[in-house]
Structures are given as structure tokens and as C-alpha cells.
């Protein structure tokens, strides 16, 4: 079992959700919060003195319906928009919006290949193909035409997906963010993702004197995890 080298009173926890807090589902709405899940992050919650923290993907919003006042802080869309504390004002970044020509033309293909979809977020979208496999050459191709970092964006593969983000927000940036203000300010950062875009958080946790995990490299699968992050919110596993 992975042992964090600190104790509960030094560290802060900043926590992926897809593939990470829940499994990974057919679609984005059929996720399922496991059982006891929510009773571990608020013992966690507690025990960290507020510094519990989901740093997603997903907007904001989709955070509070699957784990409502759970998290004291979100950063939501890898960054783009960050709550820092409960019933707090959400601080969103002023960044370019995506052409309705690419939404249009986004849409034309999912709709060609039944079972894609396109997820809108503030700066950005998701082609999902997971219910689709043989519409990810065709979003491929789609999306290369597009002069996407001039148009201040950046493609990154997911699962089963292709994000078209923001260029220069990402979930280290994130995690800086929410580090700088209480309760987090001051302890050491611990974070656990499973994707490509979770890399950055693993860095910024790792460069900011905590510790950053992925899964399957360090955790075998989400359930492991959260096993781990059970004996974690019971006391077993940390450091003094
Ligand atoms: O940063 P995360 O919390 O891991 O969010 C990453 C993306 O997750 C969602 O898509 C992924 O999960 C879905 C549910 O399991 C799955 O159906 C889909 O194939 C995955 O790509 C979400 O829809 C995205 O907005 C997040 O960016």
C-alpha cells in the first residue's frame, strides 16, 4: 500500500473524478458514486481540516449533482473555472469560445455516427466516441483541419474522447490555485488522477513538496484507489 509520507495536519487532498472517484461509464451522466464513497470524503473532509478538493474535467456544476457539498473546493473544466470554497462565487477565466462553425460541424458528425456525442463546456468540448469507436477516425480528421492553437485551443486525447481546451490552463495550474488560499495554503498537495490531462496535476503536487499518483501506473484501478483512500480516511496510511 502506497504510504503518504506525511501526516493528516500537513497535507491536502485534490482528487480526479472520472476514472479516479468513480469508474468510467458508457456516458458522462451514467456514472455512479460507489457506496461509502461520500462518507470517506467527508471523514477526509474533517480530518484535513477543509483541504478536500475535486480538480475535474467536468464543469462545475455536474460535481455538485454527483457529490453535493462534499468537496470544500472545485476547479472544474481543468481549470477554466474554480469555486475555491463553498456557496463561494465561481472565478472563471475570460478565454476564447469555441467557433460555431467547428460546434456545427462537431455536431454534423456525431450525429452521422450514432451514439457519438459532442459535450459544450464554457471553453471548450468534448467528441465522445465511447458508444461510437468508429467515429474517432472521423472526429480525428475533423478536428486536424482546424487551426486549433491559433484559435487559442489546444486537442488532448481522453477516454474515449478528443478535448478541445483552452490553450495553457491545466490541472497543475489548478492545483496551484487552490493551494494558495485556506484551507489548503500551507500543507502539501496530494493528488490522484488517472489521464493524460491528470500528468499536470501529478507535477505541480510533486514540485509543491507533496506527492501525485496516477492509476494504472501507481493504483491498478479505481477501486484500488479508493480502497486505499477508505484506509486513508480511517487513519492507516500516513505518515507522521
Ligand atoms: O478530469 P475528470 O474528472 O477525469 O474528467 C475527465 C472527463 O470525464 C468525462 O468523460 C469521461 O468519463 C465518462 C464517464 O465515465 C466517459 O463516458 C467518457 O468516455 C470519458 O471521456 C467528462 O464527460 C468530460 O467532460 C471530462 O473532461
Redesign the pocket.
Known sequence: MIQVPFSPSQAALLL?????L???????E??RVPDGLTDDLLRLRDMLDGALAI????PIAQIDHFLPGIPYAVAGE?GVVVRPAPEQALRERELPVVPAHWVNAAEKTASDHPGASI?H?KAGM?L?Y?RAPEAESAFRELTSAWPVESGGFHLQD????I?LRPLGID?GMALQELMAEAPFKGRRPLFV???V??RDGVRAANQMGGAGWLIPDDFPDAATFRRWLHDLSEGRGWGA
Open positions: 480526479d473524478f472520472d476514472g479516479t468513480v469508474d468510467i461509464a458508457p456516458t458522462p451514467s456514472v480538480i475535474t474535467g467536468r481543468h459535450e463546456k468534448v465522445h465511447r481522453a477516454q474515449m474522447a478535448e490541472k488522477g488517472d489521464d490531462t491528470d
